[in-house]
């Protein structure tokens, strides 16, 4: 399912003292089957953005349509829950909107909804809880006696038991240990590239951007500030440094060495891979000249 | 959703209100809350009703602002007005359809009723729309302080209500979050029968308690290792200063009552 945002604008509180711009003339377009990071500072209006991707906010100026459906300013919406059983939406620290008496029941309270029998419920359970990577023996258990991380998971799984076509991840990895960092990253990798998932993340790191997406926009003061594929929003770094945001480590490294060599690479790695074998052939080519 | 809401809330600006001292504007609150009760036929209401908008006017708060945050309570005044219109069977019969019996009084009961209710609801409004919750909070622990001789915890009071309109906004904003946690979920809270929306209560309640129990937790424990051991001894970062503007106020409300007692029937 495509989705695109035209000339988007919203406003919090409009016609109130408090009003004020959160985002203005935000245009994306996220084409079915894109990994799309989404990228900025705390208050540049990224978790804006996100909220219109499953018209949980209506621009007060501007469109955004969602697979067939579109959602314009000032304007009445109807079916809305169409939509939102479309777009799942993994908003952060997801471990607060569990509520449940078991696992089980709270993993199936988003398919029920979107009228799902219980039987077929209860089996996406137990398919999503393996692909959060938890045992099945948990189901019967209360998720407010889980640890922290395990609520992550449990919760992540109850938006994947709505089998989304779109999945919008709002800081997934917060507050976790590295590892389970990891885990839940390459898990949302594989689902996007097994299922052809379209899958938007929005993050504050730049590694999991250059690693994982295909699409990466960058916000600031509420506007897009550029887009791109990551090879071309990395290859120029200065400028994202000048924008006051991080480049990856990889990135930065290979900016260090080619300032000691005082000589340029043929182009910006995004991998400890890539730049490993670069870094190999330059030396290895270097030894034979 | 809840973005309209007014109470409680303060809202910024450089006015003559905004300035004057908490205690005296608890004190003028107090002090009106009384003297609305003089108030019994339409002289003395005109007087109260003229008082409040020169108060509103005085508050700088934009009227449209007002406006949007008190069409919710605009209902409820009507409501009453209603039900007194409907209810009161004395004076002269103005109006007569079948069962239905409108009377002069009750015309009149009802006006003043919800007159009375409506300028309540404004004044009121006016302390918190120009008072930070923590000045208000000051001034009622300074004004309750004699209360301390009989051991009446007003400390401990004050820093109950100042936690807990501290926490107001973040209720708020926590309920909103969850709540679009939820609706992303499919849950439906504007509409579908009755039964349903009072259930789909339930995903939003439960979150919310469970972090605010939580909330509280950590905030008794960040309290205690910064050493807070009650109000024993304990120095303001704050001072209130009475002010001749505060005298002017109390002074005027002075005249306001003078006057009532004289125009009241």
């Known amino acids: 399912m495509d989705i695109s945002l035209s000339h988007v604008e919203y406003r919090y509180q409009a016609n109130t003292p408090f009003e004020s711009l959160a985002i203005q003339d935000v245009s994306i377009d996220i084409p079915a089957g894109t990994y799309m990071a989404i990228i900025g500072h705390t208050g540049s209006g990224k978790s804006t953005v996100l909220q219109h991707l499953n018209a949980l906010l209506q621009p007060t100026e501007g469109t955004v349509l969602i697979g067939s459906h579109e959602i314009k300013a000032k304007q009445k919406n109807k079916n809305l829950k169409n939509i939102r059983q479309k777009v799942g939406i993994v908003f952060q620290f997801p471990e607060h909107q569990l509520f449940e008496e078991t696992v089980e029941k709270d993993i199936i309270f988003g398919p029920m909804n979107f009228g799902v029998s219980e039987t077929e419920a209860k089996k996406r359970a137990r398919h999503a809880l393996s692909q959060v990577g938890m045992q099945e023996e948990i189901l019967n258990k209360s998720p407010f006696d889980l640890s922290g991380g395990q609520m992550r998971r449990v919760a992540i799984a109850g938006v994947l038991a709505m089998e989304p076509d779109v999945i919008v991840l709002d800081e997934p990895t917060a507050g976790l240990d590295p590892r389970g960092r990891k885990e839940i990253m390459d898990m949302f990798y594989a689902l996007h590239k097994e299922r052809k998932l379209s899958t938007i993340l929005v993050t504050h790191s730049m590694e999991d951007a250059a690693k994982y997406a295909d699409q990466i926009v960058i916000m600031q003061n509420g506007m897009v500030a550029k887009k791109g594929t990551p090879e071309e929003i990395f290859s120029s770094p200065k400028e994202l440094i000048q924008m006051g945001l991080d480049v990856p480590e990889v990135v930065r490294f290979q900016l260090k060495m080619e300032e000691r060599m005082g000589r340029k690479m043929s182009k910006i790695y995004l991998t400890i891979e890539q730049l490993t074998s670069a870094v190999t052939e330059l030396i290895v080519s270097g030894e034979r000249v | ?265």
Request: glycine share 6%; proline share 5%.
């Open chain 2, 1 to 265: 959703m809840m973005e309209k809401m007014i109470f409680g809330r303060y809202v910024p600006a450089d006015s003559v209100i905004h300035k004057l001292d908490p205690r005296s504007k608890l004190m003028i609150i107090f002090l009106f809350v009384c003297i609305i009760f003089l108030a019994n036929n339409w002289e003395t209401y005109v007087l109260i009703g003229i008082y409040t908008f020169f108060m509103l006017g005085m508050s700088r708060i934009p009227f449209r602002f007002l406006y949007g945050g008190l069409k919710p309570v605009i209902w409820l005044v009507l409501f009453t007005l209603v039900l007194q219109v409907f209810f009161t069977k004395q004076g002269n019969l103005l109006y007569e359809l079948g069962p239905i019996k409108i009377y002069e009084e009750g015309v009149r009961q009802g006006i003043f009723i919800s007159m009375r209710f409506f300028f309540l609801i404004l004044m009121t409004s006016l302390l918190t729309l120009t008072t930070t919750p923590i000045a208000i909070t000051d001034g009622l622990e300074t004004l309750l302080n004699p209360v301390k001789k009989l051991h009446f915890p007003v400390h401990e009071m004050a820093l109950m209500m100042s936690i807990s309109l501290r926490f107001i906004p973040t209720l708020m904003q926590e309920t909103d979050k969850i709540m679009k946690a939820q609706i992303a979920r499919g849950v439906d809270f504007a509409g579908g029968p009755i039964k349903d929306r009072i259930k789909a209560v339930i995903p939003l309640l439960i979150p919310l308690f469970v972090s605010s129990f939580k909330r509280a937790e950590e905030l008794a424990i960040a309290m205690e290792a910064r050493g807070y051991r009650g109000g024993e001894g304990r120095t303001k970062y704050r001072q209130l200063s009475w002010k001749t503007a505060d005298t002017i106020q109390l002074f005027l409300l002075a005249i306001i009552t003078i006057l009532l007692f004289l125009l009241r029937s």
